[in-house]
């Protein structure tokens, strides 16, 4: 497994842990967790910010 994958599932988790905790601070928006988890990963993706990376154990854990 390669650093850049490696940083990407970090980065994946850190969304996991994040997204609850700002759907708890933020009380009056009212999204749900799984909102805020999309949202996330699509701006930490490789379409916006391109901090993760699909490598090939990225596409295998997503095929579960």
């Known amino acids: 497994m390669s650093s850049i ?3 990407t599932i970090l980065l994946i988790f850190a ?3 994040l ?4 759907a708890h601070l933020t009380p009056r928006l009212r999204l749900p967790v799984i909102v ?3 949202g996330l ?3 930490i993706g490789p379409q916006v910010l ?6 090939p ?3 295998s854990l997503g095929k579960f």
């Open 41 to 43: 990963g699509i701006v």
């Open 50 to 55: 391109h901090w993760g990376e699909a490598g």
């Open 5 to 7: 994958e490696k940083t």
């Open 36 to 38: 805020l988890e999309i």
């Open 19 to 22: 997204a609850p905790l700002l």
């Open 57 to 59: 154990v990225i596409v």
């Open 15 to 17: 969304v996991g842990v």
